[in-house]
């Protein structure tokens, strides 16, 4: 019983902080790629 309830925390735990590390990789591409897209690219400045 307790196993069992042991690894059910582990397999929650383990989806939490995928979903974390996910959400800070897409956070960090968009924060490294999008001020450079806006400042150099003429195409994607606003007039």
Do not use: T, W
């Not at 196993?3 to 590390?21: E, F, P, W, Y």
């Amino acid at each position: 019983m307790a196993g069992k309830l042991i690894a059910n925390l582990i397999v929650m735990g383990s989806g939490i902080i995928g979903r974390a590390m996910l959400q800070a990789y897409r956070k960090a591409l968009e924060s490294k790629f999008l001020p450079y897209d806006l400042c150099s690219n003429p195409h994607l400045q606003m007039s």
